[in-house]
C-alpha cells in the first residue's frame, strides 16, 4: 500500500487485462450507465465521472463501479457504470450490493455511539470491565486505558491493523477465537502493542473488541442489533452485516487484481470488514452524516452525537487522524472526512466536506478499485474547491 496525502492507496500501475473482458465492459459502460443514473446528466462532473469511469474501469481490471455525488446535504446523482457480474453480462445498478471493506468500520461506530446514548457504556470507561466472555490479555501497558473513544479514533493502543476473511461457505469462527488470533494466518492476537491514548495507530482489531462490547452490553447478535436499531430506522433496507440469500441474487461479483472471479470473503469480524451495501443506502447514510436531520435520523442518533463523532481526536499523526469512526483525509491541502475500504475483490470510498455539505461515495467490485476512485477523487475534489 501507497501512502498518498493521508490516504493509503495501492500503488496505481495499470495491469494487462484479459481481451474478451474489455469489449464487454466498453459496451457495458455507456447503456448501463445511460439506465442507470439519477439526474446529473448535464452536469460537467458527471459527464468526467462517465469518462474517467469507463476508461479506469477498463485499465485496472474493475468490471463495475457505483459513484453517488452529494450536493448541499443531498445527494444530487448516481451513475453506475460497467457490471455487477461479467459472465451473465448483469450490470451495476443502483440496487447492486458490494462489500465495503473498512468503510464497515463508519456504519459500525453508529451502534456502538448508540450505546453510549442508551447509557449501556460510557466512551471514556475502561472496556475491560464490561467484558466477560474475553479479556485482553495482560502487558507492560495498562488495559484499564482501552476506552470506547480510544477504540473508535485507533488511538487505543491495540493491535490487528485489518483482517483476509474466510470464503463464503465456510464456518465462522467465534469473536472470542479471532480475538485469539485463530483467524489471522500469523495467529495474531488482539492485544495492548503500545500505551493507550499516545499514539495513532490503525486498528481492526479494537473494532472487533468494540463488536464484541456491544454483544456483552446489548445480549444480542452484532448483525441483527445493527439491522433493527441502525440501518432500518435509517430506511437502509439493503444493507446488512450478513450475506443473505435475497442478497447474494442481488450482488456485484468480486474480481480479483487480475480481474477473475473470486467467491465473497466473509467475516467473524464484521464490524470491522463484513458490511454489504447498494450506493443509493450508503449515500444516504452519507447525507445523514452531513445534515444530521433529527427527523431523517429518527431517533438511532443525536445530532450532537454525530457532530462530536466528525471531531478529531488526540493524538494525531503523519499516519492518520481520527474522530469516532470518521477519518480524516488530506489531499494537497483540503480536508474532507470518510472511510476508505479494500477486501480482496471489493474497494469503497464514502468522502465528505463538512464545509459545503458535499460527498463523494464510489463502490467497484474489484480489488484495483481505489485506482479507479482516487482519480474520481481528485476530479470530484476540482470541484468542492472551486466552489468553496
Same mark, same amino acid.
Given at each position: 500500500m501507497l501512502m498518498i496525502n493521508n490516504i493509503k492507496l495501492k500503488n496505481f500501475f495499470p495491469l494487462t487485462l484479459v481481451p474478451i473482458c474489455l469489449g464487454m465492459i466498453i459496451c457495458?459502460?455507456?447503456?448501463t450507465n445511460a439506465k442507470n443514473s439519477i439526474s446529473g446528466k448535464n452536469d &460537467?462532473?458527471?459527464?468526467?465521472?462517465?469518462?474517467?469511469?469507463q476508461e479506469l474501469t477498463v485499465k485496472n481490471n474493475v468490471p463495475g463501479i457505483a459513484v453517488a455525488v452529494i450536493r448541499d446535504g443531498k445527494i444530487d446523482w448516481i451513475q453506475s457504470i460497467g457490471y455487477a457480474d461479467l459472465a451473465s453480462?448483469? *450490470?451495476?445498478?443502483?440496487?447492486?450490493?458490494?462489500?465495503?471493506? &473498512?468503510? &464497515?468500520k463508519l456504519a459500525s461506530s453508529w451502534g456502538f455511539? %448508540?450505546?453510549?446514548?442508551?447509557?449501556?457504556?460510557?466512551l471514556d470507561d475502561p472496556v475491560e470491565k464490561s467484558l466477560t466472555r474475553w479479556h485482553l490479555p495482560e502487558s507492560e501497558f495498562d488495559k484499564s486505558?482501552?476506552?470506547?473513544?480510544?477504540i473508535l479514533s485507533h488511538t487505543s493502543g491495540l493491535s490487528v491493523h485489518g483482517y483476509g476473511g474466510s470464503d463464503q461457505g465456510t464456518p465462522l469462527l467465534s469473536l472470542e477465537e479471532s480475538l485469539n488470533g485463530k483467524t489471522k494466518r500469523n495467529g495474531e492476537t488482539v492485544h495492548l502493542i503500545s500505551? *493507550?491514548?499516545?499514539?495513532?495507530?490503525? &486498528? +481492526?482489531?479494537?473494532?472487533t473488541l468494540a463488536q464484541l462490547l456491544l454483544e456483552e452490553?446489548?445480549? %444480542?447478535? #452484532?448483525?441483527?442489533?445493527?439491522? %433493527?436499531?441502525? #440501518?432500518? *430506522? /435509517?430506511?437502509?433496507k439493503h444493507t446488512t452485516y450478513e450475506w443473505t440469500a435475497e442478497m447474494m441474487d442481488n450482488s456485484a461479483t468480486a474480481y480479483d487484481e487480475n480481474g477473475n472471479p473470486i467467491k465473497n470473503k466473509i467475516f467473524t469480524e464484521k464490524a470491522a470488514a463484513g458490511l454489504q451495501t447498494t450506493i443509493k443506502d450508503l449515500a444516504h447514510f452519507a447525507e445523514l452524516s452531513l445534515t444530521r436531520n433529527p427527523k431523517q435520523l429518527n431517533k438511532v442518533l443525536? @445530532?450532537?452525537?454525530?457532530?462530536?463523532?466528525?471531531? *478529531?481526536? /488526540? @493524538?494525531?499523526?503523519?499516519? +492518520?487522524?481520527?474522530? /469516532?469512526?470518521?477519518? #480524516?483525509?488530506?489531499?494537497?491541502? #483540503?480536508?474532507?472526512? +470518510?472511510?476508505t475500504g479494500e477486501n480482496v475483490g471489493w474497494s469503497a470510498a464514502l468522502i465528505l466536506n463538512l464545509t459545503t455539505k458535499s460527498g463523494l461515495i464510489v463502490l467497484c467490485n474489484g480489488s484495483n478499485g481505489d485506482r479507479v476512485w482516487y482519480p474520481i477523487y481528485q476530479r470530484w475534489l476540482k470541484t468542492i474547491k472551486l466552489n468553496d
Open positions: 457495458c459502460s455507456t447503456a &460537467s462532473l458527471y459527464v468526467e465521472v462517465e469518462r474517467l469511469g453480462k448483469k *450490470p451495476v445498478t443502483p440496487e447492486t450490493i458490494f462489500n465495503v471493506g &473498512s468503510v &464497515s455511539m %448508540q450505546l453510549t446514548e442508551k447509557g449501556l457504556i460510557k486505558k482501552v476506552t470506547l473513544r480510544r500505551e *493507550p491514548g499516545t499514539k495513532w495507530e490503525y &486498528s +481492526g482489531g479494537g473494532y452490553r446489548t445480549e %444480542q447478535n #452484532f448483525s441483527k442489533y445493527m439491522t %433493527q436499531n441502525i #440501518f432500518l *430506522p /435509517l430506511g437502509m443525536k @445530532p450532537e452525537t454525530i457532530t462530536l463523532m466528525e471531531t *478529531p481526536v /488526540l @493524538p494525531n499523526s503523519s499516519e +492518520g487522524e481520527s474522530g /469516532l469512526g470518521y477519518r #480524516f483525509m488530506n489531499y494537497e491541502g #483540503f480536508k474532507t472526512i +470518510g472511510h
